[in-house]
């Protein structure tokens, strides 16, 4: 299904835009991961992934990952039903696409790059942003919440320590409560903060489902970018455990940290490494 879909203007050959679709963290929608592909100028045209929202999920019994990559797939599917696509993913959605890449290509899509930003293929074994964590004690909570507002991410914060008390079984008659009648009086940053927190809590069954079948994952020869922050530990491989899933593997080092990856300081330089990439897989000049 691969194309090389071309324009005749004023006699000469335009290649068109490629679809890349962008899939997000955990917390779903994040218009700041849009601007990757946004860098990437007319070569692209950025579609970015919708998951389920937290409310339908619920309701929901039977929500795994295969449902998650199912859904995602049709996704890209309605866009362009026959098309070469790229596939990019910001940590956990780093591993949605790829498991999204692996489904297309049996579909008989060609996938010419698949971005993976900052994202372990072990989440959970180690030390690293991905690893899975013990719950913090109410004073490490209260000093994290203290550097937060000094950081200026006082209302993210909070928002998320109020949706981990929301997702405690001694609130649950409350959350049942905000899920069928979401108050208007919340602040709009607040509330986002809020949606995409309690969106996290059923993502995460997710992550762990795919550490316990990443013994029976196939490998995926595309081409693969790893956007690698300076978080991990020293010990933690350059490739993130991803060398084996991807043969055709290029890590690209990003300062900074996972969390700040979008953040205002380190985006342009995640940007332009992104641009970068996409162009090369493409066969098309770099900027100078």
């Known amino acids: 299904m691969s ?35 946004t860098a990437c100028g007319d070569a692209v045209t950025s579609v970015e992934i919708a998951y389920p929202a937290w409310r339908v999920l619920y309701e929901a019994n039977d929500f795994d ?9 049709g996704q890209i599917t309605r866009h362009c039903p026959a098309c070469a696509i790229l596939l990019a993913g910001y940590s ?31 989440p959970g074994i180690g030390t690293g942003p991905g690893a899975f964590r013990a719950p913090k004690t109410l004073r490490q909570q209260l000093v994290g919440f203290s550097a937060a507002v000094r950081r200026g991410e006082g209302r993210s ?15 649950k008659l409350l959350l049942r409560a905000y899920a069928r009648v979401p108050p208007r009086w919340l602040t709009g940053k607040f509330r986002i903060y809020l949606e995409r927190d309690l969106l996290s809590e059923h993502m995460e069954p997710l992550l762990r489902q795919w550490v316990a079948r990443r ?30 899933y991807c043969p055709d593997l290029t890590v690209v080092p990003i300062p900074g940290s996972h969390l700040g990856m979008l953040g205002s ?16 897989v493409l066969g098309r000049p770099t900027p100078d």
Request: glycine fraction near 8%; charged fraction near 15%; aromatic fraction near 12%.
């Open 92 to 122: 956990f959605g780093g591993i949605v696409a790829f498991a999204a890449a692996t489904r297309l290509r049996d579909l008989g899509y060609t996938v010419r790059l698949l971005g993976l930003l900052d994202v372990e293929a072990h």
């Open 157 to 171: 914060k909070f928002a998320y320590a109020i949706a981990r008390y929301l997702k405690s079984p001694r609130w």
């Open 65 to 73: 990952l295969d449902t998650l990559v199912s859904d995602v797939v």
């Open 265 to 280: 300081s380190n985006r342009p330089i995640l940007c332009a490494a992104f641009r970068d990439a996409v162009l090369q």
């Open 3 to 37: 194309t090389s879909i071309h324009q005749v203007q004023h006699g000469q050959a335009v290649l068109e835009p490629m679809p890349l679709f962008l899939f997000p963290g955990m917390g779903g929608y994040d218009p700041q991961l849009v601007e990757i592909g």
């Open 215 to 244: 013994g029976t994952v196939r490998s995926l020869p595309v081409p693969t970018y790893l956007f690698r922050t300076e978080q991990h530990s020293g010990t933690a491989a350059q490739h993130l455990g991803w060398d084996y």
